[in-house]
């Protein structure tokens, strides 16, 4: 498994914690920022991410910023990806199993590391069940598809 990881200034810490709980599973990273805590602007670090999980370049991605709303907002943006705001270990397994998401965010203000660890643990380890909720997935595929170009 390949999995992109990028922060804002408001995630970094919680960001390099979760590096290392990949490299410990065995999960080839990449980082795409940022890598320190100076103000910087999100969007600037989601976008990367979200795009080379839509392209196909990575399996997953993975996004913190102070609370993971941001970056969950700019990830979504970009067609393909599915991108679930998780600060529950309950909403790490559902998020996968229902919703078959490619990235996940979080919010480093919000939780701590202990627990965001964990939903990280539990939602590259949980499978997408497919059956009827392959039929809703397709549905927001449909959804980007019919707002393609729409600005």
Same mark, same amino acid.
């Given at each position: 498994m390949k999995v992109a990881i @990028?922060?804002?200034? =408001?995630g970094y810490k919680l960001k390099e914690e979760i590096? #290392?709980?990949?490299?410990?599973?065995?999960?080839?990273t990449e980082d795409f920022g +940022?890598? +320190?805590? /100076?103000? $910087?602007?999100?969007p600037d670090y989601a976008w990367p991410v979200a795009e080379k999980v839509a392209a196909g370049e990575f399996d997953r991605g993975i996004l $913190? +910023?102070? #609370?993971? *709303? =941001?970056?969950?907002? @700019?990830?979504n943006k970009v067609p393909g990806v599915r991108c679930a705001l998780v600060? /529950? &270990?309950f909403s790490a397994r559902a998020t996968r199993e229902h919703n078959n998401t490619n990235v996940l965010a979080m919010g480093e203000? $919000? *939780?701590g590391p202990g627990l965001a660890l964990d939903i990280v643990k *539990?939602?590259?380890? &949980?499978?997408?069940? =497919? =059956?009827?909720?392959?039929?809703?997935v397709e549905k927001i595929?449909? *959804?980007e598809a019919k707002h393609a170009g729409v600005k």
């Open positions: @990028a922060a804002d200034h =408001g590096k #290392t709980l990949l490299a410990s599973m065995n999960i080839q +940022c890598s +320190c805590e /100076d103000s $910087v602007d999100y $913190v +910023c102070g #609370t993971g *709303i =941001g970056m969950s907002i @700019a990830a600060h /529950d &270990t203000r $919000v *939780i *539990i939602w590259l380890e &949980t499978e997408f069940q =497919g =059956g009827r909720h392959e039929r809703r595929a449909q *959804i």
